[in-house]
């Protein structure tokens, strides 16, 4: 019975997804519906709450940032709640953080009002990407479609190193099954996002693993690419 009621529901959110036809229309709905749960309207998932998960990933990229000659200017691509972020900003020189919902980048920057960050309301997919020279993908690009990932992946040659999240499975699996924009990611069929593999094909100079972290049945792999 809670299984048929959980598909039941699962159910119910693709069909409400379905009916718009805008990202932003999409992910408004998301957090409206609380589709990766919490209790608060804007809540960007588990993901980017558990200190389990947290932790490991700010330390990693931390790592990083610390290493370079100076401060870098960075730029947040799908910044959610901004909660990762905020413990990034102070090792960036400035922060553009976009994201494509009207009110979360609202309530982003009521919220972090004194924390000097450029939020932008953005669709990425669509609009110019703000330049800069360290630019961060966390668990976006595994909820768009694959024709809206291509259109990002093709413009990120613009930054200097790109840092993506993705969730994959924790076993040999087939990259880049396509699927409807929406809340979900690939691991429900059975696939994962590599950007490096057809059709998206990313143009990178490097590319090394900074965290890999099981979770819930997968690995949520951070990669830092060096574009050129």
């Known amino acids: 019975m809670v299984n048929r009621i959980r598909r039941y529901e699962e159910a119910k959110r693709f069909r409400v997804l379905r009916e718009l036809t805008t990202n932003e229309a999409v992910f408004s709905a998301v957090y409206r519906h609380r589709m990766w749960g919490g209790r608060s309207d804007f809540y960007s998932g588990h993901g980017s709450h558990r200190d389990s998960i947290v932790n490991p990933y700010v330390v990693s990229v ?29 090792l960036c020189a400035s922060y553009v953080a976009c994201d494509v919902v009207a ?51 093709d413009r990120l040659p613009q930054y200097q190193y790109v840092i993506i999240t993705e969730l994959i499975p924790d076993r040999p699996f087939v990259p880049n099954v396509d699927k409807p924009t929406g809340f979900d990611v690939r691991l429900a069929c059975g ?13 990178f100079a490097d590319s090394r693993v900074l965290l890999q972290q099981a979770f819930e049945g997968a690995v949520s792999q951070v990669v830092l690419f060096s574009m050129a």
């Open 62 to 90: 931390s790592n990083f940032l610390e290493s370079l000659p100076r401060r870098p200017s960075a730029v947040d691509l799908g910044c959610g709640d901004f909660s990762i972020g905020s413990h990034l900003r102070g």
């Open 103 to 153: 009110e979360l980048v609202e309530r982003n920057r009521a919220i972090y009002q004194n924390v000097d960050v450029d939020f932008r309301h953005l669709d990425m997919v669509h609009d110019e990407l703000p330049p800069g020279e360290v630019a961060f993908l966390r668990e976006v690009l595994q909820h768009l479609d694959n024709l809206s990932v291509k259109a990002v992946v």
């Open 191 to 203: 696939s994962g996002l590599d950007v490096t593999k057809p059709p998206f094909s990313l143009r």
